[in-house]
Every structure is written in structure tokens, then in C-alpha cells.
């Protein structure tokens, strides 16, 4: 597999992780917290990303050969719905920061949308937690 297609899979496994954490904080906060603005904040980000999908990247997964796909301890566990909630975003502003710095490589257009869901994810951060009282 060349460089470019390891970036590719780099790319699609990051966005696919994003989108995961997204629809998780949704759902939290459409199931949980019954609250409209914040689950369709998070879907708008969510559906923010579909431009970035191409599914000639799937020919790049291999989930078979990825060497790190065996969950570590803390993945397996949350404490607390905060605590859940707060690895959720962890895993989105880190998937953000990855795809803006490999689209630079690729589709540099698409590092700017990255870049955009990741400084929305700070703000949102604080607010979704507001009100939260299990720690």
C-alpha cells in the first residue's frame, strides 16, 4: 500500500470515528436531556461531514490487519454519563484534528471543514455538560 493510500485510510477511519462521536453526543442529548437545539446542533456537524466521505476509501480499510484495534481498559468502562460524554468528545476533537491535518496532504478544502467542526466541538464541550451534575 503506498503513502498516499495509508493517508487515505488514515482519513476514513477518523471520519468514521468522528461521526461515531457525534451521534453519540446527539442522541445523548436528543434521548437523554431532551434537548432540540443541542442534538440538532450535533447532527448538523455530523451531516457537515458527508462531503468528505468517499467511499472509494473503503478499498483502504483493513480492519484485519490494523494493530491497534483491541480496545485498551479505559474504552471498556465509563464511570459516569459525564465520563462518557467527555471521552465522546475527546474522541471528536481528536479524530477533527487528525482528518485537518491529513486533508492538508490530500483535499486541503476539506482541512478547513475539519478545522471548523473542531473549534464548534470546544465551545459545545462546556455546553453539553451544563447542568450535568453525576460526575
Known amino acids: 500500500m503506498t503513502t498516499n493510500n495509508k493517508i487515505e485510510r488514515l482519513i476514513d477511519a477518523n471520519l468514521n470515528r468522528l461521526r461515531e462521536a457525534l451521534r453519540l453526543l446527539e442522541d445523548v442529548q436528543r434521548y437523554i ?44 468502562e465509563r464511570g459516569s454519563l459525564k465520563d462518557m460524554i467527555d471521552a465522546n468528545f475527546s474522541r471528536a476533537l ?7 491535518e491529513a486533508f492538508k496532504l490530500t483535499e486541503p478544502k476539506n482541512s478547513a471543514v475539519a478545522k471548523e467542526v473542531r473549534y464548534k466541538l470546544y465551545g459545545l464541550h462546556k455546553k453539553a455538560l451544563a447542568g450535568l451534575v453525576d460526575s
Open 33 to 76: 436531556f431532551d434537548n432540540k437545539e443541542l442534538s440538532y446542533t450535533f447532527k448538523e456537524l455530523r451531516h457537515k461531514l458527508t462531503p468528505l466521505f468517499d467511499t472509494k476509501r473503503l478499498e483502504y480499510r483493513d480492519i484485519e490487519g490494523d494493530v491497534a484495534k483491541t480496545s485498551t481498559a479505559s474504552e471498556l
Open 94 to 100: 481528536e479524530s477533527a484534528r487528525v482528518l485537518e
